[in-house]
């Protein structure tokens, strides 16, 4: 994942859209690859005031490796009433670290943090991972869960071109109480399937891509209560800024998007996906 981080920072940012008439949450962020600095660091503080600047003031920083869980944690403790954090080896990583035992470990350690609100990002990801890897990725995703259940936090799930197994384990394992579908890149008969079964979807920028049409109608039938907004920045910037560097700002951009896609007043929509954020991860000044 290294290499692809590398090549995320090397892109200009999106410029900052137009500022919401009221405050959110970005439910899932990487300040660390937007900065590639440490996590109390100026530049971070500039991401986060730029954010702030058009009504983002809050950020849910998430892990995917036992270093990087640990910048997420740190953090959270210096930014401690604008980031919370989440923990977790992202499934790509499952399968190649050296010491898998030792990794989780430390995650386990780092999710008793009181700042760490979430498990994740755990998850399949099929797209990155060969046949002979996904078992390992699978008994991790099982791990997460537990832990997850454990502590009483919510999970945060990857889901790339692994939709019916992610699914099959959760009901096989059982979600914990409070399970979030990161970037949600399913159908709608998926989407439904996520409802009825209380599941959260986060939306991203994918939302506004033209080859995206099933993800607009999949918004449309998430009941408000079960709905985030997310950047999942560096990644995933929205149109029209499609190969520049997305930050927490474009928030901004998505939820007018996904406003427009459910005939939703903005402000509303903005009140309660934070209420939404601060009701699965807790309150970010505590």
């Known amino acids: 994942m290294a290499d692809r981080h590398n090549r995320e920072i090397d892109r200009p940012l999106a410029p900052l859209p137009e500022p919401l008439p009221i405050t959110t949450v970005d439910s899932h962020a990487h300040l660390e690859i937007i900065t590639d600095t440490a996590p109390d660091s100026p530049e971070v503080g500039e991401v986060l005031a730029q954010a702030k600047s058009v009504g983002i003031d809050r950020v849910l920083q998430v892990g995917y490796s036992a270093e990087q869980s640990q910048w997420c ?8 009433t604008t980031v919370l954090a989440a923990v977790a080896l992202h499934p790509n990583e499952a399968p190649v ?54 502590t009483n936090k919510a999970l945060v ?25 990161h970037c949600f890149s399913g159908d709608v008969e998926m989407a439904k399937t996520c409802v009825e079964r209380g599941y959260v979807l986060s939306f991203a920028g ?19 209560d079960q709905l985030l907004v997310e950047t999942d920045s560096p990644f995933l ?27 939703a ?22």
């Open 157 to 181: 799930i990857h889901d790339r071109d692994s939709h019916d197994d992610i699914l099959s384990i959760l009901l096989e394992v059982g979600a914990p109480e409070k399970t979030v579908f």
């Open 206 to 224: 994918t939302i506004t891509f033209k080859n995206a049409p099933q993800l607009r109608e999949a918004v449309k039938l998430v009941p408000i």
């Open 73 to 80: 944690v740190d953090a959270a403790e210096y930014w401690n």
């Open 97 to 150: 670290v050296k010491d898998l035992d030792h990794d989780l470990a430390i995650i386990a350690t780092l999710a008793e943090h009181p700042r760490v609100r979430a498990i994740g990002e755990t998850g399949l990801d099929y797209f990155r991972t060969p046949p002979q890897l996904r078992g390992v990725q699978q008994d991790s995703f099982k791990w997460h869960i537990e832990l997850a259940k454990r």
């Open 237 to 263: 910037t929205p149109s029209p800024h499609r190969g520049k560097l997305n930050t927490p700002a474009q928030i901004a951009t998505i939820l007018r998007a996904v406003a427009k896609e459910r005939g």
């Open 265 to 286: 007043d903005l402000i509303e929509l903005a009140v309660a996906v934070g209420a939404n954020a601060e009701r699965i991860f807790g309150p970010f000044s505590a």
